[in-house]
Nanobody, 115 residues
Framework: QVHLVESGGGLVQPGGSLTLSCAAS????????MGWYRQAPGKERDLVAFIHTDGTTKYAASVKGRFTVSRDNDKNTVNLQMNSLKPEDTAVYYC?????????WGQGTQVTVSS
């Protein structure tokens, strides 16, 4: 079992920046991939970015060049640095951990981009 806790959401103006953090606990040695998904009102939950244990990353086209995912394997944390935020980035952001057999989710943190 893996437990995920996110932090760092909030309200930011267009063009601003935010950093989301996620701390994993429990069976962390089983985690292969950690990442972030987001869900806007009335829409499905979509991938934002993920990072493998070896540092390989993947980004959604809509955030490439603006967001950066990073991971500390020793501390079992994953961060999402979000720059040049747009109103369409507004969503609940969920941390995710994939052990290969199970997907685990955090409780979500709200990010609102508005002037």
């Amino acid at each position: 079992q893996v437990h995920l806790v996110e932090s760092g959401g909030g309200l930011v103006q267009p063009g601003g920046s935010l950093t989301l953090s996620c701390a994993a606990s429990g069976s962390t040695s089983e985690i292969n991939v950690m990442g972030w998904y987001r869900q806007a009102p009335g829409k499905e939950r979509d991938l934002v970015a993920f990072i493998h244990t070896d540092g390989t990353t993947k980004y959604a086209a809509s955030v490439k060049g603006r967001f950066t995912v990073s991971r500390d394997n020793d501390k079992n944390t994953v961060n999402l640095q979000m720059n040049s935020l747009k109103p369409e980035d507004t969503a609940v952001y969920y941390c995710n951990a994939d052990t290969g057999e199970h997907f685990y989710w955090g409780q979500g943190t709200q990010v609102t981009v508005s002037s």
